[in-house]
């Protein structure tokens, strides 16, 4: 039997759009919910307890909406609160790490891998855990070996792109002087790879791939992400039949200025009828 209840992704802002666009774009028939909390971003300068509390209360939030399915479209919350967010929820949980990391070593040709997220992810470690995983995966099926013998792999935190990306300037000189000082020591480094491993960054792709070259592959896990979605759906009997499909967005701050801001990426006259919410009155117990 057909499942019409949506699907609800979060994330810190509006970086989990880049999530949400694959997904509407491989999923049209599936309604969504999305939360953005943009009115507490960024988490990636909050302590290990506080993003987990925080995912929680936006788990909370979206359970209310009877969501089917609840994607953390935020790589923060998914390094530091996945565990604590799959051992809470009714309903499958997908988070954005393994789609991205599965993603890098299956491009890469030299075996170079930069790694871009905020200074949560990068300090939990566990982005380069999850690459290393993928590679050894990969390595033991005899799959892309000649690069991953010699797996390499350099990290670096770039905060500013988020407040660039919510701010909406994603192609100016301010995000360009930006990533040239971020991004100079992976291209010293050689990468081929590089792994958006934030969600909020594929909105500046432009300027990170102009300063980077067209030789560096930039990896957007909501490609990835959006198929691990729809087979959950398909091994849990959860797709819709696409009778009255909706869209609604949520954010915990002002809506005019998200809709603003997010219009010129999703499009299709979306995000449309935005309404402002707090999920910080959720008892989480953290
Ligand atoms: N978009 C988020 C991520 O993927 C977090 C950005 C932030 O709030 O710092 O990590």
Partial sequence: MADNRPIGVFDSGIGGLTVLREIIARLPSESTVYFGDDGRAPYGSKSHDTIIRYSLQDMAFLEGKDVKMIVVACNTASTHAYKALKERSKVPVVEVVYPGARAAVEKTRSGRIGIIATNATVSSGLYETAVREQAQILLNEGRNTE?????????????????????????????????????????????????????????????????MGPDVTLINSGVSVASVVERKLRENDLLSDGMNVFREFYTSDDASKFESVASPFLGSGLPSGTKKVTVDHFEVGV
């Fill in 147 to 211: 690069a991953l013998d010699k797996l390499s792999i350099i990290q670096q935190a770039c905060p500013l792109f988020v407040s660039l990306a919510e701010e909406g300037w994603w192609d100016d000189e301010v995000a360009t002087l930006a990533a040239e000082r971020y991004l100079t020591p992976l291209k010293e480094f050689g990468v081929d790879t590089l792994v958006l491993a934030c969600t909020h960054y594929p909105l500046l792709a432009g300027t990170i791939s102009k300063v």
